[in-house]
C-alpha cells in the first residue's frame, strides 16, 4: 500500500493512488450533481477554474507554501457556494499533485481546500454583489493556518505519540506564516481581479441560461 515515507505522509503505491484517485472523483462529482439545474457553460466555468488555478500552483511549486490555491478556494466558495468550491478544491489538488507528486497528502490537502471553500461561502465575503476586501484577508490569514493543520495530520502513524506530532506543528509555524503572507499577498493584489472575473463570468451564464428558458418558452 505504502511505498515510502514523503514529505506529507507515506508514497502511495500506484494501485492505491488509482483507487484515491478514484474516490476523490467520486467525491468531486457528487458535490456538483446539486438538485438545481446547471448549464454546460457553467460547468466549464468551473473546469477553466481549475485548471487555470491547478497551473499556477504547479508553476509556483518552487516557492514554499507560497500558492494561490487558498484565496482561489475562499473567493470561489463565496460566489459560486460551499458545494462547488468543495469540488473545486478537490480537483485542484488532484491534478496539481498528479504533475508534483501524488501521495496520502492529496486526501487532505483535498479537505483542507475543501475546508477553506466553506469557509469562503459562510464568512460573507461577498456581499451585496461586491467583495468584502477586510474580511477576504481576514479570512486569507486564518485559512492558511486552518489548511496547514489539517495537512499535518497526514504525518500521523502508529509511530507517531502526541509530544512529536505537536513538535512537528511548532516547527512548521514558520511555514504557517509564509503561507499566511503569500494569501494575504494574493488577497491584495489579485482577490478583487479574481473575483470580478468569476462574477462576469456568473452573469454571462445566467443571461444565457435566461434567453435559452425564454426561447423554449415562447417556443
Not at 9 to 29: C, E, K, N, Q, R
Not at 154 to 177: E, K, N, Q, R
Amino acid at each position: 500500500m505504502f511505498q515510502a515515507l514523503g514529505t506529507h505522509g507515506p508514497v502511495l503505491s500506484p494501485m492505491t493512488s488509482l483507487v484515491l484517485d478514484i474516490g476523490l472523483l467520486v467525491a468531486a462529482f457528487w458535490l456538483l450533481a446539486t438538485p438545481s439545474k446547471k448549464s454546460l457553460g457553467d460547468t466549464l466555468l468551473l473546469l477553466t477554474l481549475v485548471l487555470a488555478v491547478s497551473a499556477a500552483r504547479v508553476l509556483m511549486q518552487p516557492l514554499p507554501n507560497i500558492q494561490p490555491v487558498t484565496v482561489a478556494a475562499l473567493i470561489i466558495g463565496a460566489q459560486l457556494g460551499a458545494r462547488r468550491g468543495a469540488a473545486f478544491a478537490i480537483l485542484v489538488a488532484m491534478i496539481s499533485n498528479a504533475i508534483i507528486g501524488n501521495g496520502w497528502w492529496t486526501i487532505f490537502q483535498a479537505i483542507g481546500w475543501a475546508s477553506v471553500a466553506v469557509i469562503g461561502s459562510k464568512f460573507a465575503i461577498i456581499a451585496n454583489g461586491e467583495l468584502q476586501r477586510n474580511r477576504l484577508f481576514v479570512a486569507a490569514i486564518a485559512s492558511a493556518f486552518v489548511f496547514d493543520l489539517i495537512v499535518s495530520f497526514s504525518i500521523i502513524d502508529s509511530s507517531t505519540s502526541i509530544v512529536s506530532f505537536l513538535t512537528y506543528l511548532a516547527h512548521g509555524i514558520p511555514y504557517d506564516l509564509l503561507h499566511a503572507l503569500g494569501n494575504l499577498t494574493f488577497a491584495v493584489w489579485f482577490g478583487t481581479w479574481f473575483a470580478d472575473v468569476v462574477a462576469e463570468e456568473i452573469v454571462v451564464e445566467e443571461v444565457e441560461l435566461m434567453s435559452e428558458e425564454s426561447i423554449i418558452c415562447h417556443a
